[in-house]
């Protein structure tokens, strides 16, 4: 069935509106309630369904404009429920604003099933699914009605916007849409003699973002395109990219992968390829990508990246394993990584038999177990994942949420828990939360660590073990003939202060996963909450910060901390936070900033958490 999108009414101060305009008389069904406003775009509202797409009329004829959307809607309307409809804007034709720099010429604004709308948060997690932007949201919170406070928290340049839209917040009926919907639009916003439509369409221009939009919602963007988005620059990839990437577009496809999903492998994949200088490093993929994509995307593109190459891996450890035991790993990747996008690159950049084979092996055990969206089942760690988080929010702290959640998550790999129910009677003797917390820092020298030190020791009960100030109450913090006595006694110090109840900062690089299983041995030892915090920074920064740091390492050393750099994996421990900390601003793409750091330091922070779930991006 076809449904006609309601009329938008003007808001009462709405200049824009005209004699044959709806306004809105009563605001009730706003003041007082939850509301987004979002930034209105001038194109032609469209609707697309499962099996068809109209503009606003339902009889809407062919026109230029429309072939774009039909070919995006050709991508994703096997994605689209039956019963459910899209609507949005099609920005391809230029109205009276003329745009450059659009992320797509669909932008969707509302999403409903039958009469239902879906609540904002809702209605961005399906349309990113599918790979359709929403519009720029320029406020969210309480709505009061008043014109003048609303005019105070965002401006509009009305040379190149139309006006805003201020909608509920949360879910309403169609029939509640003239009382949960309204508008301002600028005065005079038609501005050309002739009707668009009734001119020759000139298409609006797209931005530097749209081939991350595009490659969302099905297209096959090439490696140079793809490149130039995501701001590799200098290292411009060869017609060998292209290849790589183009191989795992197909296996991408037959996945289903769209929206996000798709960008991380497609991202993953063009970096994997051996034109791509360094990239194919984990710690440099996530480095480089926290600018352009945001320090979430990065994070997960770059463990598909380190984690394919563990499926393709040869060595005896991974050869020898039996199926439980590969299953049970699998399941401790699942929790930070998609596993059917995994299992697409892997297949697809796998370069000998033995790769081929590991990698068919390991998607059959993961099929088997739940893991695939291929497999028709359940996506059963995701759902492990949500029914823990509902049973442990009750919780005293988030400190004992994720505490109890990662061991609840180590339970479920090995098999030992298989619901929530059976993880909330396992983890009993972590509900209150009373025991102390190490918190692991890692990262290369210069990368950040000694200002996140500075504000956590702060923090009531704790103490910081340096590996530089015991080298420097040994006479010189440069003096590196005595690491083995110094790592001793930090380490001896360490299992003291979490023996005694005091929560340790660990301020050294750990550089290397063996590094850091030392150091949280000891806390596994003392029963302490154990929290990685992860600082990823540029190469190039990285050089530049330690010419001006006032102790600065070797060259070399330096050199060599980048190479052996092995930043932890979601799940290496109860808590893991990854915090971009270089000097650009990091794109906004689900960014978070943590309140506790000093707040002229620039960080992005993507926490693997019971509070921060690994399929919300």
Partial sequence: MRVHYPRTPHLP???????????????????????????????????????????????????????????????????????????GENLFARHSIPYSDLDSY???????????????????????????????????????????????????????????????????????????????????????????????????????????????????????????????????????????????????????????????????????????????????????????LGMPLARRIADVIGNTHRLHSTSPNASTLDDDQRRAGLIRMAFGTDLTVLHAVATATATSSTAVENVAWSGMVAEDAGLLAASGAPRTVAAFHAACREAFASLPSADAADRCWGEARELFAQGRVSSAEEAVAATWRWRDGDYPRLTHMVGISGSGKSTLVAALAK?????????????????????????????????????????????????????????????????????????????ILPADELALRNQKRDHPVPADVLAAQIRRYEPSYPGDAHRVSFFYSGSSSPAADGLAIDPTT???????????SLLSSPWED
């Fill in 598 to 608: 000093d707040p002229t330091f620039d960080l992005a922070l993507d926490e693997d």
């Fill in 106 to 292: 669909f932008y969707g604004f509302s999403v409903w099933d039958g009469d239902r709308c879906l609540d904002w948060d809702s209605t961005v997690a399906f349309l990113q699914g599918i790979g359709i932007p929403t519009p720029r949201v320029l406020y969210r919170g309480v709505f009061d009605g008043d014109e003048r406070k609303l005019g105070k928290l965002f401006r509009l340049d009305l040379n190149r916007q139309e006006g805003y839209v201020v909608r509920a917040e949360e879910a309403f009926a169609y029939s509640e849409f003239g009382a949960r919907v309204a508008k301002w639009v600028r005065p005079s916003h038609v501005q050309t003699d002739t009707h668009w439509m009734f001119a020759e369409v000139t298409p609006n221009e797209l931005g530097r973002r749209a081939p991350l939009w595009a490659v969302r919602s099905g297209v096959e963007v090439n490696a140079p395109e793809l490149a130039a988005a995501i701001g590799l620059g200098a290292h411009s990839p060869g017609s060998k990219p292209s290849e790589t990437l183009s191989a795992a577009y197909p296996y991408l496809d037959a996945s289903s992968c769209l929206g996000n999903a798709r960008l991380i492998g497609a991202v993953a994949a063009l970096l994997l390829s051996p034109e791509v200088p360094h990239n194919h490093r984990r710690a440099d993929a996530m480095a480089n990508l926290a600018v352009p």
């Fill in 13 to 87: 101060w709405s200049p824009g509106a005209t004699a044959d305009d709806v306004r809105a008389g009563d605001l009730s069904g706003l003041v007082g309630r939850r509301v987004v406003v979002t930034e209105k775009m001038d194109g032609e509202n469209t609707t697309l369904y499962r099996d068809g797409l109209h503009a606003r009329s339902l009889d809407s004829a062919h026109h230029p404009s429309r072939t774009w959307i039909k070919a995006l809607h050709g991508r994703i309307a096997a994605h689209i429920p039956e019963g459910w409809r899209i609507c």
């Fill in 459 to 535: 923090s009531p009960n704790t103490e910081v073990v340096s590996l530089d100030d015991l080298r420097a109450a040994r006479g010189s913090r440069a003096d590196q003939s005595a690491n083995q006595e110094v790592l001793r006694e930090a380490v001896q110090l360490t299992e003291r202060l979490l023996a005694d109840g005091t929560s340790v900062v660990w301020d050294a690089t750990s550089l290397m996963r063996s590094q850091r299983k030392l150091v949280d041995r000891v806390a596994q030892r003392r029963n302490a909450l154990i929290e990685h915090r992860v600082l």
